[in-house]
């Protein structure tokens, strides 16, 4: 069954791309496919490296710490979702790449926890464009302000 998701994902992916006016602004081997592993067991980990996927996502810190003390750290690991600055120095130890970094406090608490332990910690900044109070996100105004800081 995961491997008739996966095939069926791959093709979704596959179509997007095909419709895009300009083809070589993305192709294929410039999208990264992530497998969200959130509520399942570790061992769906040792599923998806056997389907050949590397890339891992887990939206708690907590359930990928339980995940790779199950099973050792397999792939590339991404930290997606929001990330409370109080578990910087867990997620900096165990993800790869921290998605969605939506302050300057908490980039400098990644920085700090990064430089402790001698590691360059992958990030993505999360910007809120829109304004949108519901949504969290660095606004352009702040953005602009963090740039020459990066």
Do not use: C
Not at 25 to 33: A, E, N, R, W
Not at 98 to 122: F, N, T
């Amino acid at each position: 069954m995961l491997a008739d998701n996966l095939k069926q994902v791959q093709e979704q992916i596959a179509t997007a791309l095909d419709k895009r006016k300009n083809k070589d602004l993305l192709t294929g081997d410039k999208v990264t496919l992530v497998a969200v592993t959130k509520n399942h067991p570790p061992e769906i980990i040792t599923d998806i490296e056997a389907l050949g996927i590397a890339n891992v996502g887990e939206n708690r810190v907590q359930e990928a710490k339980h995940k790779q003390e199950a099973l050792g750290k397999h792939g590339y690991w991404h930290l997606i979702g929001h990330l409370q600055t109080n578990k910087a120095r867990q997620a900096v130890a165990l993800f790869d790449l921290i998605e969605s970094v939506d302050s300057e406090h908490l980039l400098a608490a990644i920085d700090k926890e990064a430089e402790r332990i001698g590691k360059v910690q992958d990030i993505l900044l999360q910007l809120n464009i829109a304004h949108e109070e519901q949504k969290s996100g660095l606004d352009k105004e702040d953005y602009l302000a963090l740039l020459p800081k990066l």
